[in-house]
C-alpha cells in the first residue's frame, strides 16, 4: 500500500527528474536562424481557412513580407466561409501575384477525412515548391521566419522541422493552460534523440507552422496518410518517422506568435475537441493525467497541507522544481515567468479537467469545431483552421 508520503516522495523524485531534463534540453534546443545567402528553391506557402475575417489579412500579409525567399507563392484555402475571409484574400490577392485564393464554398471532405487534414491535401496538391509551409490563418511570421526555418531544413538534412509559435495568452484560462503547450514537449521529448531517431512515439509538431521538404511529404502521401486523425500534426511527424524520415521539433517563439483560442469558452471548446485524441485512447489519457498530477500537484498539495513537517518539506522541493521547469521554459521563449509558473500545479489540474470534458463530450458525439461536428471516418469534418 503507498503511503501518503511515499506518493509525495515518488511525485517530487518525478517533478525533480522532469525539471532536470527540462534543463538539458534546453541547451540542447534548436531555434531556426536564417542564412547569409536567400533560398533559392521555390517555396509555396500553404493557408488553410475557415472563418477566419480577423486574423487572415494579418497572417497573409505576414507571410507576403518573408525576406530571403524570392521565389515564394502563397495559397489560402477558403474552405466554406461564411464571414468574409475570401473577400479579404482576393482584394490582397489583387495587389500581389504571388498569392492565389482556392474557394471550396460547397464541398465537404471525401468519406472518411476530418476537415483540417483535406484542407492542407487540397492545397498541396496546387503547390508547386518543393518546400511546403503550412501556416494556420491566425498565425502571424517575423519577416525572416520561412527563410530559417528553411535553410534548418535543408542544413541538416531534414524531411520537417517544426517551429513552434510563441503562444499569444491574455484571459486567465489561456494563461493557465497554453504555457503547457509548448513547456509540454520541452519538458518531457528527448529533443536531440527524437532528431535522429526513426521512432514515432518521439514526435512533437504543431500544425500552426510546419515547414516540409515536398519529395518526403508526397512519399509519405501526404495528409492522406492523416485524413482521419485529430490531432493531425502529431499524426504527420509520425508518419515521416514511421517512413525513415528525420524530423525536427524547434523552438519558433522568436519567429511566429498565435493566439491560438481566443478567450475562456475557445479555450474550453478547442481543447475539447481534440484531447481525447492525444494519447491513444482512456487509458492512456488516465495514466497521463496521473502521471501530471502525482508530479505536479500532490507535492504542492502537500507543501500546503501534509501532517508533518518532513513530507511538507518533501512536498516543497517538488512543487519548486515543477515551477522552475515551467520558469526556465517561459523565459526562453518569453512568455510569463511570474507568477504564472508559479500557478503550475492549478495549469495541470486545469488541463486535466479540460480531458475529462473532451472525453465526455466525445463519448456523447456533441465535440465540434467552427460549426462542424469532429466525427472520426465519416467524412464529417472538424474545420480547416
Given at each position: 500500500?503507498?503511503?501518503?508520503?511515499?506518493?509525495?516522495t515518488?511525485?517530487?523524485?518525478?517533478?525533480?527528474?522532469?525539471?532536470?531534463?527540462?534543463?538539458?534540453?534546453?541547451?540542447?534546443?534548436r531555434?531556426?536562424?536564417?542564412s547569409?545567402?536567400?533560398?533559392?528553391?521555390?517555396?509555396?506557402?500553404?493557408?488553410?481557412?475557415?472563418?477566419?475575417?480577423?486574423?487572415?489579412?494579418?497572417?497573409?500579409?505576414?507571410?507576403?513580407?518573408?525576406?530571403?525567399?524570392?521565389?515564394?507563392?502563397?495559397?489560402?484555402?477558403?474552405?466554406g466561409?461564411?464571414?468574409?475571409?475570401?473577400s479579404?484574400?482576393?482584394?490582397?490577392?489583387?495587389?500581389d501575384?504571388?498569392?492565389?485564393?482556392?474557394?471550396?464554398?460547397?464541398?465537404?471532405?471525401?468519406?472518411?477525412?476530418?476537415?483540417?487534414?483535406?484542407?492542407?491535401?487540397?492545397?498541396?496538391?496546387?503547390?508547386?515548391?518543393?518546400?511546403?509551409?503550412?501556416?494556420?490563418?491566425?498565425?502571424?511570421?517575423?519577416?525572416?521566419?520561412?527563410?530559417?526555418?528553411?535553410?534548418?531544413?535543408?542544413?541538416?538534412?531534414?524531411?520537417?522541422?517544426?517551429p513552434?509559435?510563441?503562444?499569444?495568452?491574455?484571459?486567465?484560462?489561456?494563461?493557465?493552460?497554453?504555457?503547457?503547450?509548448?513547456?509540454?514537449?520541452?519538458a518531457?521529448?528527448?529533443?536531440?534523440?527524437?532528431?535522429?531517431?526513426?521512432?514515432?512515439?518521439?514526435?512533437?509538431?504543431?500544425?500552426?507552422?510546419?515547414?516540409?521538404?515536398?519529395?518526403?511529404?508526397?512519399?509519405?502521401?501526404?495528409?492522406?496518410?492523416?485524413?482521419?486523425?485529430?490531432?493531425?500534426?502529431?499524426?504527420?511527424?509520425?508518419?515521416?518517422?514511421?517512413?525513415?524520415?528525420?524530423?525536427?521539433t524547434?523552438?519558433?517563439?522568436h519567429?511566429?506568435?498565435?493566439?491560438?483560442?481566443?478567450?475562456?469558452?475557445?479555450?474550453?471548446?478547442?481543447?475539447?475537441?481534440?484531447?481525447?485524441?492525444?494519447?491513444?485512447?482512456?487509458?492512456?489519457?488516465?495514466?497521463?493525467?496521473?502521471?501530471?498530477?502525482?508530479?505536479?500537484?500532490?507535492?504542492?498539495?502537500?507543501?500546503?497541507?501534509?501532517?508533518?513537517?518532513?513530507?511538507?518539506?518533501?512536498?516543497?522541493?517538488?512543487?519548486?522544481?515543477?515551477?522552475?521547469?515551467?520558469?526556465?521554459?517561459?523565459?526562453?521563449?518569453?512568455?510569463?515567468?511570474?507568477?504564472?509558473?508559479?500557478?503550475?500545479?492549478?495549469?495541470?489540474?486545469?488541463?486535466?479537467?479540460?480531458?475529462?470534458?473532451?472525453?465526455?463530450?466525445?463519448?456523447?458525439?456533441?465535440?465540434?469545431?467552427?460549426?462542424?461536428?469532429?466525427?472520426?471516418?465519416?467524412?464529417?469534418?472538424?474545420?480547416?483552421?
Open positions: 500500500m503507498v503511503t501518503g508520503r511515499a506518493l509525495v515518488g511525485g517530487t523524485v518525478l517533478a525533480c527528474a522532469i525539471a532536470a531534463h527540462t534543463a538539458i534540453n534546453l541547451r540542447r534546443l531555434a531556426p536562424l536564417p547569409a545567402a536567400d533560398v533559392e528553391e521555390p517555396v509555396a506557402v500553404l493557408i488553410p481557412a475557415r472563418d477566419e475575417e480577423a486574423h487572415i489579412e494579418r497572417t497573409v500579409r505576414s507571410v507576403l513580407a518573408q525576406t530571403g525567399v524570392p521565389r515564394l507563392t502563397v495559397l489560402v484555402l477558403d474552405d466561409s461564411t464571414d468574409g475571409t475570401a479579404i484574400v482576393a482584394r490582397i490577392a489583387q495587389d501575384d504571388r498569392l492565389r485564393l482556392v474557394s471550396a464554398p460547397n464541398e465537404q471532405p471525401p468519406q472518411g477525412w476530418l476537415g483540417k487534414p483535406w484542407a492542407c491535401a487540397r492545397l498541396a496538391q496546387d503547390a508547386s515548391g518543393t518546400v511546403l509551409v503550412f501556416v494556420d490563418a491566425d498565425v502571424s511570421l517575423e519577416p525572416a521566419a520561412i527563410h530559417s526555418v528553411v535553410t534548418t531544413l535543408r542544413d541538416h538534412g531534414f524531411a520537417m522541422v517544426a513552434y509559435p510563441f503562444q499569444v495568452a491574455d484571459t486567465w484560462l489561456e494563461r493557465l493552460v497554453q504555457p503547457l503547450v509548448t513547456w509540454s514537449w520541452i518531457t521529448v528527448p529533443l536531440r534523440w527524437a532528431e535522429t531517431s526513426t521512432r514515432p512515439s518521439l514526435s512533437a509538431a504543431n500544425g500552426q507552422f510546419l515547414v516540409l521538404d515536398a519529395g518526403a511529404y508526397a512519399a509519405v502521401e501526404g495528409h492522406a496518410a492523416v485524413r482521419d486523425e485529430v490531432i493531425e500534426d502529431v499524426a504527420l511527424m509520425r508518419a515521416f518517422k514511421r517512413a525513415g524520415l528525420r524530423t525536427a524547434a523552438d519558433g517563439s519567429l511566429a506568435s498565435c493566439r491560438m483560442y481566443d478567450g475562456t469558452t475557445a479555450v474550453l471548446d478547442g481543447y475539447a475537441k481534440s484531447l481525447w485524441a492525444a494519447f491513444n485512447g482512456p487509458a492512456g489519457s488516465v495514466a497521463v493525467t496521473a502521471l501530471l498530477v502525482t508530479a505536479f500537484v500532490v507535492p504542492a498539495a502537500a507543501a500546503l497541507a501534509a501532517p508533518t513537517a518532513r513530507t511538507r518539506a518533501i512536498g516543497a522541493i517538488g512543487y519548486a522544481a515543477g515551477a522552475a521547469s515551467r520558469a526556465v521554459v517561459a523565459r526562453r521563449t518569453g512568455e510569463r515567468v511570474l507568477p504564472d509558473s508559479l500557478a503550475h500545479p492549478a495549469s495541470v489540474l486545469a488541463f486535466a479537467a479540460l480531458t475529462a470534458v473532451s472525453w465526455r463530450r466525445h463519448l456523447a458525439g456533441t465535440n465540434t469545431w467552427k460549426g462542424r461536428p469532429v466525427v472520426i471516418a465519416t467524412g464529417v469534418s472538424d474545420g480547416a483552421g
